[in-house]
């Protein structure tokens, strides 16, 4: 059984993509999260401070996808970000993605979805 519990923790995370809003006080990212033996692979979008840095245990804090057993792929191309004003981020996604998590509102940034 041993053997078994490395199959079952998650992977490193990857960043994909990160913007940053006008004043660059506030920063979104796309990471990858690799997924394991019993989980598929999956896509966070953080909204954080503009010197947060990425680490392998971090979790996502406005959206989670996966793939929907492979419905969608989940890649650079899956999630687009872009801020609409100082303090509003929009995510464009791919509507074949499962979604987990879907904050609408984190520290004062405003969220908005749309499905492509």
Same mark, same amino acid.
């Given at each position: 059984?041993?053997?078994?519990?490395?199959?079952?923790?998650?992977?490193? @995370?990857?960043?994909?993509?990160? $913007?940053?809003?006008?004043?660059?006080?506030?920063?979104? +990212?796309?990471? +990858?999260?690799?997924?394991?033996?019993?989980?598929?692979? @999956? *896509?966070?979008?953080? $909204?954080?401070?503009?010197?947060?840095?990425?680490? &392998?245990?971090?979790?996502?804090?406005?959206? *989670? $996808?996966?793939?929907?057993?492979?419905?969608?792929?989940? &890649?650079?191309?899956?999630?687009?970000?872009?801020?609409?004003?100082?303090?509003?981020?929009?995510?464009?996604?791919? @509507?074949?993605?499962? $979604?987990?998590?879907?904050?609408?509102?984190? &520290?004062?940034?405003?969220?908005?979805?749309?499905?492509?």
């Amino acid at each position: 059984m041993a053997a078994c519990v490395p199959m079952l923790e998650n992977g490193p @995370s990857t960043l994909l993509n990160e $913007v940053y809003n006008q004043e660059k006080t506030k920063k979104a +990212m796309v990471c +990858m999260n690799s997924g394991n033996a019993t989980t598929d692979n @999956s *896509i966070h979008v953080f $909204v954080e401070n503009p010197d947060f840095a990425l680490t &392998d245990n971090t979790l996502g804090n406005v959206f *989670i $996808v996966d793939s929907d057993h492979n419905k969608a792929q989940l &890649d650079s191309n899956s999630i687009k970000l872009k801020w609409l004003d100082q303090e509003t981020l929009e995510i464009l996604y791919n @509507s074949k993605l499962r $979604v987990f998590k879907r904050e609408s509102k984190i &520290d004062r940034v405003k969220v908005t979805y749309k499905k492509k």
